[in-house]
């Protein structure tokens, strides 16, 4: 259990960097939450459709590697990996071939479930009127098309910004900083949910209240070091610490 000075202490910091004179004077009005990882427990097949991927084109990688790229676009991932192990840039052709042999394999394994505790998590949200935005990096239709049935009424479409929706994707802070403008908010008032250490970054540097989730194999340090201003151990965490965070 997170200790209530722990959080007061971090957004006392935040009220800080943002000109308030308390913790008391933060008042958020929008949260930006990352998908994959954070909403759903899909992480897994993600790296693992990657790894396979990655093997189609005779290359073998570390599996685990794949969560940091957690919060990149397709095309971005797909370059960096061609980068390392051909020594050049992807086609635009195979850009789009390998991201689909990708989302085929994503889509071959059983679905994915809601994250525990993100249902109350948002449900808490919005009876307290903060406008809830979605944030991901990820093209998968599949579990975008399933957020109005696993969470009913809490995402409007246009809030919903994905990699189709920037230029940059994270860890270029533009994501978050479009989601801002799409909720009418300012980064003093927005606060991020983030589960990867580039989605952190993102968050960070969007000058949002950053909350790192521990939710996969990334330590607790790597999100710290990215710049979240609190680590918490789950959604359930999270979902439990929210009234500290919500006034």
Request: glycine share 8%; charged share 20%.
């Amino acid at each position: 259990m997170i200790h209530q000075d722990k959080i007061n202490a971090s957004l006392q910091r935040f009220a800080a960097r943002h000109g308030l004179a308390s913790a008391g004077d933060v008042k958020f009005r929008a949260a930006l939450i990352d998908m994959d990882g954070t909403l759903y427990d899909s992480m897994g097949h993600h790296t693992l459709a990657w790894h396979r991927m990655m093997l189609d084109l005779g290359i073998a990688t570390d599996r685990d590697r794949f969560y940091l790229f957690e919060g990149m676009t397709g095309k971005a991932t797909i370059n960096l990996l061609f980068r390392e192990y051909l020594h050049r840039d992807a086609t635009d052709a195979e850009v789009a071939e390998h991201y689909h042999r990708k989302t085929v394999y994503f889509n071959e394994m059983p679905p994915v479930k809601p994250m525990s505790g993100a249902a109350q998590l948002l449900s808490a949200l919005q009876a307290s009127g903060i406008t809830c935005v979605l944030v991901t990096g990820s093209g998968q239709r599949s579990l975008i098309d399933r957020l109005q049935r696993d969470f009913p009424g809490i995402f409007s479409p246009d809030m919903i910004i994905t990699a189709a929706d920037v230029e940059h994707g994270k860890p270029d802070p533009e994501p978050y900083l479009k989601a801002m403008e799409r909720a009418g908010v300012s980064p003093s008032q927005a606060i991020v949910i983030e589960n990867a250490p580039l989605g952190v970054r993102a968050g960070a540097r969007s000058g949002a209240f950053t909350v790192g989730l521990t939710t996969g194999p990334v330590p607790v340090e790597a999100l710290e070091c990215e710049g979240a201003d609190i680590v918490l151990p789950s959604m359930e965490a999270l979902a439990g610490a929210a009234a500290s965070f919500i006034n």
